[in-house]
C-alpha cells in the first residue's frame, strides 16, 4: 500500500495562509461588543468569520491526524509531527490564546472560540506548549472555562418550549458536536484533576473551590468584586458536580463538602428559578452516596428532593427523580420515603411514560430494590406501565429513519432494555402466585419478541424475566411453557427434515420461527438460556416427557436433546470446556428431577457420553466421567 506523504512546501503554504487568516483583525462592524441576538447572528454568516472557523476546524483536525504527542520513530507521519512542532505550534498556539481573551472585551463567534478552545486544550498533551500555555491557565479558568459553562439562549428555550430536549442535550453533552460546553468541561476537568498550580503555587481544584465558595456565599466574584448572577451560580454548581471524583479523593474538599451542600445547594431546591432546583437535584444526587455525618442534612435534602419530585417543571421533576434514587444508599433515607411510596412510584411511572431515559429506569429499579417487601400491591401497575414503555419504544424505533439522530435511538434502546430490567427485579420479589400469574399475560408478548431474531438486541433481558416467572412458579403454566421449544431452536436450529411441512394453520407468531434461519441464530446465548432449562427441567412434572413441540410433533425431550446434541457439536469446533460442563449441568438436573423416568434418561445419557469419550479432549473426557460418576452415585443410592 502506498503511503500519502505530506509535502513539506505544501504544509509550509497552508499553514501560513491559515495564519494569516485567524490573525487578520476585521474591524469594529464585525468585532464590537453587541448583545443584539439578530445582530449575533447576522456576524456569524459573515465570510470572514467562517474563514477563521474553517481554519480553527482544519488545524484541529490536523493535529489529531497528523501531530502526535510522543510519535514513534516509525510513525508514517514523524516528520509532520516535527515540522509542525518546530515551525507553527507555538505561533498558532499564541493566535489561539489571543482569540480566547479578546473574548472578554469583543465579539468573537461562539464556533471560532469552540476551535481555539480545542486547539489549547490539545497543547496541553504537549510538553513544550504546555510549559508555554501553563502561565495562562489561571486566566483561562476563570475568565474562559467557566462563563462557556453558562447556560445558552437555546437552553432557555428549550426548556420553555421543549424541555425533553434540554435534557437530553445535557446528558448527552460530550456527544453533541462543536459544542463549547462539552470542551470547556473537558479542559475543568484535566486541569482541575491533575497537579496544575496557580503562579502561587496553590492546586487549581482548591483555588476553584475556594472561588465556587465564595461566589455562593456572597454573591460576589471575589477577582472582580463584581456581583454574579444566577447563571453563575448554576455553572458553579454544574462544575462541582463533573468534578465530584477528584473532589472526593481530596481530603480537606471531601471534609466540607457536607458543610457545602447543606448551606448552597439544598436551600436551592426552594429556588424560585426552576434551573437552580434542576441543578440542585442534580448536584445533590452526584453527591448521594457521600458518608454524613448530620443526619437531618439527609432528611431535609430527602424532603426537598420529594417536594421537586412534584415540581411544576419537568426537568426538575426528572433531576430530583434520579437524586432520589442516588440517596437511596442513606441508612435513614428508608424509613422517610415507605409513607410516601406510591406516590414516588406514581412519579416515577409518569416520567417515564413522558420519556425515553435508562437513568430514570434505573433509578425506579433501585426503589424496587429497596423496597422489595413493600412492592407487592403496585407491581401489576408498574409492570404494565414498563411493558406499555418497552413496546412504545419498538414502535418508535421501526419508525425510525436515517434523519433521526443516532443519540436518541441509543437512549431510547437503553431506557427500553432497562425497562425489561426492572419487570425483572419485580418478578424477583416472591410476588403471590395471582399476582404472577396476571403478569404472565402483561410480559409473554415480550418475552416472545425477545426471543424472535427481530427482539435479539434484548434476548438477555427477556430470558432474565422468563428464568424469573419460572423460578417463582410452583407449576409452570401452559403459556411459560410454550418458549421451551423456542429456546431451543434457538441453540439447535430447526430440523430440515420437518422444516417443508406445511404450516399454514399456525399464527402469525409460529409462522415467524419458522422464517427464521433453519440453523440456530442464537446459540451465543446458551449460558443464559441453561438456567431457563434447569427450571423447566425442576418443575416439568411430566410435561418434559409427554408434552409434544407443535411446530414438528417432537417430545419436549427430544427437542432438548437436540439442543444438548448442538452444544456438543459446538464444543468440538471451540474447545471451550464451559459448553461441555452446560451439558453436565443438564444431564445431572435430568437424573435429579425425573426418578421415575430414569429407564428412559439414562439410555439417553450413555448415548451422549460413549459417543464424545471417542474425542481426544482432556477436559472433556473429565467433564464426561464425573457425570458418568454422578450417574453410577445416583443409580446405587436410589435402587
Known sequence: MTKYVLDA????????????IIDKSLGPELESVTQDQNEINQRAKSVFWLNKKACGK?????????????????????????????????????SFVQILFKKKQEYVPVKVIYFAMKYVYRALSF?????????????????LLIPSMFLTVEDNDNWSTNPIEFIRKEADLLERPNNLQSVAKDYLVTICSSTYCAPDGELFLIKFMKYAAH??????????????????????????????EYILENEYLRQNMEFLLDQYVIPECKNQVGFLRYRACWLFGRYGGLNYHNSQIVKNAVENLYNCL???????????????????????????????????????????????????????????????????PYA?????????????????????????????????????????????????????????????????????????????????????????????SEVISEKMWSFFPELNYIIAGKPEELIQNNF?????????????????????????IIPAFQNYIQKGRHVLFAARDNYFNLTYIEVLFRSIDRIFE??????????????????????????????????????????????????????????????????????
Open 215 to 244: 461566589v455562593l456565599t456572597h454573591g460576589v466574584d471575589p477577582r472582580t468584586n463584581v456581583q454574579t448572577d444566577l447563571i453563575m451560580k448554576e455553572a458553579l454548581m454544574h462544575i462541582i458536580g463533573n468534578l465530584k
Open 570 to 639: 459446538i464444543f468440538h469446533n471451540s474447545k471451550v470446556s464451559t459448553e461441555a460442563v452446560f451439558v453436565s449441568l443438564l444431564f445431572i438436573c435430568l437424573l435429579e428431577n425425573f426418578p421415575q423416568q430414569i429407564n428412559e434418561i439414562i439410555p439417553h445419557i450413555l448415548d451422549k457420553v460413549i459417543a464424545n469419550l471417542q474425542y481426544n479432549d482432556r477436559d472433556l473426557k473429565k467433564i464426561l466421567m464425573e457425570t458418568v460418576s454422578y450417574l453410577k452415585r445416583y443409580i446405587f443410592n436410589n435402587y
Open 9 to 20: 512546501k505544501v504544509v509550509e503554504t497552508w499553514m501560513s495562509f491559515f495564519k494569516f
Open 504 to 528: 399454514s394453520h399456525f399464527s402469525e407468531e409460529k409462522k415467524a420461527l419458522m422464517r427464521q434461519q433453519a440453523t440456530g441464530w442464537g446459540y451465543e446465548f446458551v449460558d443464559n
Open 127 to 143: 510538553p513544550d506548549l504546555e510549559k508555554l500555555l501553563s502561565v495562562h491557565l489561571e486566566t483561562l479558568l476563570f475568565d
Open 58 to 94: 482544519i488545524l484541529v483536525h490536523f493535529m489529531r491526524i497528523y501531530v502526535k504527542p510522543k510519535p514513534l520513530p516509525t510513525d508514517q507521519y514523524l516528520g509532520v509531527t516535527q515540522l509542525f512542532l518546530q515551525n507553527y505550534a507555538i505561533p498558532f498556539l499564541e
Open 380 to 472: 401489576v401497575a408498574i409492570i404494565e406501565n414498563l411493558a406499555r414503555t418497552f413496546e412504545k419504544a419498538q414502535t418508535q424505533e421501526q419508525n425510525d429513519d436515517a434523519s433521526d439522530a443516532e443519540g436518541e435511538e441509543d437512549e431510547r434502546t437503553f431506557a427500553a432494555d432497562e425497562c425489561l430490567s426492572a419487570i425483572a427485579r419485580i418478578i424477583k420479589c416472591n410476588l403471590a402466585k395471582e399476582t404472577l400469574a396476571h403478569i404472565e399475560n402483561i410480559v409473554a408478548p415480550i418475552i416472545q419478541y425477545t426471543l424472535s431474531e427481530q427482539g435479539m438486541d434484548y434476548i438477555i433481558s427477556g430470558l432474565n424475566i422468563l428464568i424469573g416467572i419460572l423460578y417463582h
Open 310 to 376: 412534584q415540581d411544576s417543571e419537568f426537568p426538575v421533576r426528572v433531576n430530583a427523580g434520579i437524586a432520589m434514587y442516588r440517596i437511596l444508599r442513606q441508612p435513614e433515607v428508608k424509613d422517610y420515603l415507605k409513607p410516601v411510596l406510591a406516590k414516588i412510584l406514581e412519579t416515577y411511572l409518569s416520567l417515564i411514560d413522558q420519556m425515553d431515559s435508562d437513568e430514570l429506569v434505573q433509578s425506579l429499579e433501585g426503589f424496587i430494590s429497596q423496597f422489595e417487601d413493600d412492592i407487592h
